[in-house]
């Protein structure tokens, strides 16, 4: 059974880093592209990051660009997602999920929640 | 970036309805477009991928149809377990964005 299962969220100050991972098991972690897509309380899914299975294409929101970085451990089955300069608008449940065929969401962990407050 | 735009945003229905959710991108995207159905508190579910292709497992009281610019998500029967949000996305190409969700709501 494919698992996903996000860690490392919290309530941090504006201004402040956080690094989230998440622990993939039930399949070959390695073989598959990974994302964080995330979810301010109330409002809707947004994708902010992607990584490929060697890692050599990166790609994030414009909103996360140069303040987020997004890794990966294939021999640990692990994603990273090291978030700095982190502000208010940042605050959200955030997930890990893999991709399909294509830059589609196939599955998904159950999500951390970050909270950027003073 | 391509927009989506989902309509309605909530709709209301009862068991046994059959419902149509659009889904309208800003720009063509082929079939490039995925589905999702999130409860609350819990993450989302893959539905349909590629417009029309049902993501192993769902029930094929779901269906996809559309391409270009405009897609439909079409529940033929309401379940109860089916009230929930559901988003669409489109998979063409980077920046991947969302449709802001349609919550369908017991009648």
């Known amino acids: 059974e494919v698992q996903l299962v996000e860690s490392g969220g919290g309530l941090v100050q504006p201004g402040g880093s956080l690094r989230l991972s998440c622990a993939a098991s039930?399949?070959?972690?390695?073989?598959?592209?990974v994302n964080w897509v995330r979810q301010a309380p109330g409002k809707g899914l947004e994708w902010i990051s992607y990584?490929?299975?060697?890692?050599?294409?990166?790609y994030y929101a414009d909103s996360v660009k140069g303040r987020f970085t997004i890794s990966r451990d294939n021999a640990k089955n692990s994603l990273y997602l090291q978030m700095n300069s982190l502000r208010d608008e940042d605050t959200a449940v955030y997930y890990c999920?893999?991709?399909?065929?294509?830059?589609?969401?196939?599955?998904w962990g159950q999500g951390t929640l970050v909270t950027v407050s003073s | 970036d391509i927009q989506m735009t989902q309509s309605p945003s909530t709709l209301s229905a009862s068991v046994g309805d059959r419902v149509t959710i659009t889904c309208r991108a800003s720009?063509?995207?082929?079939?490039?477009l995925a589905w999702y159905q999130q409860k609350p508190g819990k993450a989302p579910k893959l539905l349909m991928y590629?417009?029309?292709s049902l993501e192993s497992g769902v029930p094929s009281r779901f269906s996809g149809s559309g391409s270009g610019t405009e897609f439909t998500l079409t529940i033929s029967s309401l379940q109860p377990d089916d009230f929930a949000t559901y988003y669409c996305?489109?998979?063409?190409?980077?920046?991947?964005?969302f449709g802001q969700g349609t919550t369908v709501e017991i009648k």
């Open positions: 999920a893999t991709c399909g065929t294509s830059v589609y969401f196939q599955h």
């Open positions: 039930g399949f070959t972690f390695s073989t598959y592209s």
């Open positions: 990584i490929s299975t060697n890692r050599n294409i990166i």
């Open positions: 720009q063509s995207i082929s079939s490039w």
């Open positions: 590629k417009a029309s």
């Open positions: 996305q489109h998979h063409n190409t980077y920046p991947w964005t």
